[in-house]
């Protein structure tokens, strides 16, 4: 990581990501549920 971003930024990206991480975890538990 970049120590020069602002704290706040920075817990704003990883928030970000982890949000797109717990939707495609959904997905592919709903897709392994429909097979």
């Not at 020069?4 to 704003?12: A, E, I, N, R």
């Amino acid at each position: 990581f970049n120590k020069s971003k602002p704290h706040s930024q920075k817990s704003g990206e990883l928030s970000e990501e982890h949000k797109e991480t717990a939707t495609q975890r959904l997905l592919l538990e709903r897709a392994t549920m429909d097979e």
